[in-house]
Structure formats: C-alpha cells, structure tokens
C-alpha cells in the first residue's frame, strides 16, 4: 500500500489535501503504470505468451513500465515508438536508453505509421515481424488495467470527499471512479487539449461522481511554462515531494489553484493520487536546457 502524506500547509475554510504516494509502489514500474499493467501481466502468463508489444512516445512512461515489467516478470517486450528520428538517438534518450538496458526492441516509425496503430493491419503486420505478442494499447489503457486502477483506492478512508487525479488516456480515472464510494466526487485533470476524454471514461465508468477539468494543461500534452516549472519546485522545496511536469505537477496546481479560488467547499478533505511519471523529469530538464530555460530540481 503507498503512504498517504498530509500536505503540511494552512488552507482556507479549512481544508485539508493529502497526496498518496502511488509513485513509490516500484522503483521503475511507478505508479498508475504498475496498477495498469498488474492484470494484464497476469492475462498475458495465462495467455501463454512470451512478447508484449506496445505503443508510445519518447518520454513515455508506459513504455519503460513495459520494459521494466518485461524484465520482472520474464517476457520479451518491443516498443513501437513514434518518431523515426530517433532510431540512431537512444543513448541521448534517457527514457528510453534505460527501456533497452532493461531489455526492450524497438521499431521506430513515422508519425503517419504511428497513427495507425490500432487497424488490423498494422498489427498484423507487427505479427508478422515479431511473431506472436500479448499487446498492449498506447498508455497501457484497456479494461484489465482499470481493473487494476481500481485498487488505487479500495482500502480508502471514507473521510475524503475529493479524489483527484491527472488525466491521459483516461484509464487511471476511470479504475479511481469505480473503485470509489458514491459521496467521493473524482475531480481528473487533463494532461492534454480537447474534451474527447470525456466519452472514452465514461465507457468505462460505472458511476457519475466524476468530472474532468480541462483548464490546467498549460498548452496541451508534454508542455510546460515557466510558471509550471517554478511551481513544481516551490511545491518540492516546501514539501519534499517531486512532481512531474507532464502529469502530476499540472494536478497539484489546479488542485491549489481552485483551492484558493474557493471552489471547495469548506471542510472539504482532498486527497489527490501521485501518479508517478518522476522518470520523464531528466528529458524535460536536456529539454529546457537546451532553450535555456529554468530546469526542475531533482
Ligand atoms: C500515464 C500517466 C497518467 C495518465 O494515466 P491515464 O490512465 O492514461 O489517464 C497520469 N500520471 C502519470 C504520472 C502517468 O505516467
């Protein structure tokens, strides 16, 4: 079970947050990714299979779970990875030049392949290349790993009246919706521009206790400002607790932010879920320091 910390700051009308720290369940498999990948490990051992193939970014989270839980658990995994560019380019990678080290093949492709990524033939293609494979789509979202995400919170204290959590693809969110209680309202913030997350949750969700805010995404998926970064530091001086700056670092802010616009009411009790996603901040550090800009502390 990860620790539940109390944020150790005064709130107006007297609201408490408290952060679950998700993001220490394993040291690589972190966070929601290790929630959304323990029932599909297991379906795939039933399966028999001896491969996992999935889909991601470069800085993916998910992708290096995979190869993480690849090496735990004893499968072969391949990481089909959007951008040829950076075919000749992982030692420069951090993501994924740790993913390789824990075992995982490549195949770099196109943006335009890459969007195909879920037809039939694409994949049938992929089979063809790599043999038989147990896959898993981009982000690790399918039914087993809501499932999963479920018992981010099964074992809660019914005292809180806020979930929160960061949003993606949608899966995590909706694990947290069906594992909570009726009088938990779930507040997701999105990672990402666009409300389309709104019909994929709810093809999961088994109640209506739920709301995504689209306000905090700070110009859309992987983007940052200064403002977001002096934020995740001011939080990690104060708190001692890092944040992400694609995920959990844009939450906590909207989380703050209503906060001390009032949106809570009073008594409120906030318990917001970490995430994880802490592997991605040495990439977005190269990142900003190439265009000169503040780096996050680690
Ligand atoms: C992947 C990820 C999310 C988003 O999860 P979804 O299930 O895709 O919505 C949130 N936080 C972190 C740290 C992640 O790595």
Request: charged share 25%; proline share 2%.
């Amino acid at each position: 079970m990860a620790r539940i910390q109390i944020i150790n700051q005064e709130f107006p009308n007297n609201i408490s947050l408290s952060i679950k720290r998700e993001d220490e369940l394993h040291p690589i498999i972190s966070g929601n990714k290790f929630r959304k990948l323990k029932y599909n490990i297991e379906e795939a051992k039933n399966l028999s299979k001896k491969k996992i193939l999935t889909f991601g970014g470069a800085f993916s989270n998910h992708i290096l779970a995979v190869a993480g839980a690849g090496k735990e658990f004893g499968f072969e995994t391949i990481g089909i990875i959007r951008g040829e560019e950076l075919s000749g380019k992982i030692s420069e990678n951090p993501t994924l030049k740790l993913a390789e080290q824990l075992g995982m093949k490549f195949d770099f492709v196109s943006r335009t392949t890459y969007r195909l990524k879920e037809t039939k033939s694409f994949i049938a293609e992929l089979k063809e290349k790599f043999g038989d494979f147990y896959l898993l789509p981009e982000g690790g979202t399918n039914s087993l790993a809501v499932k999963g995400c479920e018992e981010i919170v099964s074992n809660l204290d019914l005292e809180y009246t806020h979930i929160c959590s960061a949003v993606g693809t949608g899966g995590t969110i909706s694990g947290i919706i069906n594992g909570s209680k009726n009088k938990h309202k779930i507040i997701g913030f999105s990672s990402l521009k666009g409300d389309f997350l709104q019909k994929d949750i709810a093809k999961f969700a088994n109640k209506e206790n739920w709301l995504i805010n689209c306000n905090y995404h700070f110009g859309g998926y992987g983007k940052v400002t200064d403002e977001l970064i002096h934020f995740i530091n001011k939080f990690y001086l104060e708190q001692q607790i890092p944040l992400d700056p694609v995920y959990t670092g844009k939450m906590m802010f909207g989380i703050l932010d209503l906060i001390h616009n009032n949106y809570f009411p009073a008594n409120s009790k906030i318990l917001a879920i970490h995430t994880g996603g802490l592997q991605g901040i040495v990439g977005m550090n190269k990142a900003l320091e190439k265009k000169g800009k503040t780096t996050l502390i680690i």
